[in-house]
């Protein structure tokens, strides 16, 4: 694992002053670098003890890993709480992006839930940068079943830093 770089990393509040609102709405103005490291994402964090200890295997501009659900994360008697499905996509888009040599957040994240994900197997989270323009990176990602089933989806839109 390349360290714990996801798109719940810290923002300093120093490091980003929001812009005056034009006619275009213009968004957040970068000033300094703002991504830290600490290691306790929820996610992927080593030193979460409490969190899901994702741990991803990496490609061109492509992250995967695999996942098995503790009853803590359930949501209804036997699924997986959709909460967490959408972290698994938003973190495997995060790390697709890393794979990429960028760091970046979250900025729009547009799932579709397929199929209740069920605790007893384990999950497939891959995400993929399928495009870049500017600081503005396109992405996907699906959850799976280690048998292909597919439970959900989404595509996001990931602000670099």
Same mark, same amino acid.
């Given at each position: 694992?390349?360290g714990?770089?996801?798109?719940s990393?810290?923002?300093?509040?120093?490091?980003?002053?929001?812009?005056k609102?034009?006619?275009?709405?213009?968004?957040?103005?970068r000033i300094?670098?703002?991504?830290?490291?600490?290691?306790r994402?929820?996610?992927?964090?080593?030193?979460?003890?409490?969190g899901m200890?994702?741990?991803f295997?990496?490609?061109d501009?492509?992250?995967?890993?695999v996942?098995?659900?503790s009853?803590?994360f359930?949501g209804?008697t036997?699924i997986?709480?959709g909460g967490v499905v959408a972290?698994?996509l938003?973190?495997?888009m995060?790390?697709?992006?890393?794979?990429?040599?960028?760091?970046?957040v979250?900025g729009?994240?547009e799932i579709?839930?397929?199929?209740?994900?069920?605790?007893d197997s384990?999950?497939v989270?891959?995400?993929?940068?399928e %495009?870049?323009?500017?600081?503005?990176?396109?992405?996907?990602?699906?959850?799976?079943?280690?048998?292909g089933?597919?439970y959900? %989806?989404?595509?996001g839109?990931?602000?670099?830093?």
């Amino acid at each position: 694992m390349r360290g714990c770089r996801c798109s719940s990393a810290t923002v300093s509040q120093s490091a980003i002053r929001m812009s005056k609102t034009n006619g275009a709405g213009a968004g957040p103005e970068r000033i300094a670098p703002a991504l830290e490291d600490d290691r306790r994402c929820f996610a992927c964090g080593p030193e979460n003890a409490e969190g899901m200890q994702l741990r991803f295997q990496y490609g061109d501009g492509t992250a995967s890993a695999v996942w098995r659900p503790s009853p803590r994360f359930s949501g209804w008697t036997s699924i997986v709480h959709g909460g967490v499905v959408a972290t698994l996509l938003d973190e495997a888009m995060a790390h697709a992006s890393i794979a990429a040599g960028v760091r970046a957040v979250t900025g729009r994240l547009e799932i579709r839930f397929r199929k209740a994900a069920p605790m007893d197997s384990a999950l497939v989270a891959h995400g993929r940068v399928e %495009q870049r323009r500017g600081r503005m990176l396109m992405l996907s990602a699906t959850v799976v079943g280690e048998d292909g089933t597919l439970y959900a %989806q989404a595509t996001g839109k990931f602000l670099a830093e």
